[in-house]
């Protein structure tokens, strides 16, 4: 808990020395994966037509690339890069397929757990209601995963869906109480905000993608091989996230880790 707290205090810090930018980038988040897809489902929702549809759709295609122009921002400052506004438009490129190949899997698993909730919890009775305590169950896990999805997805080399899933799974079930502290402080900072009026459009989106890269380096951090340089002594990784390991060492050059120790300590200050 505590190191989840510290991790967005830290976060919180950046925001005010960078605090330009990442509000210009937190705009584009939020016309991009907030104002245009609502827009085009509320036009759906009132006009269900097929050019509705089609149009709502339009609307929507930047939600999934933006979310993972967030984390690719992420990424680079925590990597000891500087980021400006470009990095976004970047990101939402160079991850545009592969974030819309996360995203549809999110609304199938997602459709699919709510359903099941639904059906079993008044279709049942007696012992089969208790099936549906085990889809509740699973629908917590859903969004235990969802934090680590795209920050994975930015930081692997080998970016298969398939990779990326299974390994958001296994860290999640490897590093659960971290997760549900993460969520927990999460919902609680949201509902925060919203009662103290603070301008979640401000900050929100890219505040949120630093903290949960943050909190994800300082658990791929335990694993051998799985950040940077990390390893044992033979090389050989033989921790349960060994898959991360293998695809993602990521280099970072002095002049990045010491630009990083800089800025850890401003926002610390």
Known sequence: MWRVVSSLWGTLGAYYYEIITWTAINLLWFVGGVVLPAFGIATFLRTPFLLSLLFAFVLCIAAPPSVAALFYVARRYEDGENIAIRDFFTGF??????????????????????????????HGTGFVKLIDIIWLYLLLFFFLVQPFA????????????????????LLVFDNLGTSLSLLFVGVI???????????????????GAMWVTRVLDGLLAKYPNARRNEQDGDGQSRSPLAEIGRHNVVPVSPEAQRSRTGRSRRGSS
């Not at 995203?103 to 909730?117: E, F, Q, T, Y």
């Not at 401000?202 to 505040?207: E, H, K, N, P, Q």
């Open 93 to 122: 490129r160079q991850f545009f397929w592969r974030s819309w190949q996360l995203a549809l899997v999110d609304v199938v698993v997602g459709a699919l757990v709510i359903v099941n909730i639904w059906f079993y919890g008044t």
């Open 150 to 169: 795209f920050g994975l997805l930015v930081f692997q080399t080998d970016r298969r869906l398939r990779n990326t899933v299974r390994n958001s799974f």
């Open 189 to 207: 900072v949201e509902a925060i905000s919203v009662l103290l009026l603070l301008p979640l459009i401000a900050f929100s989106g890219l505040v």
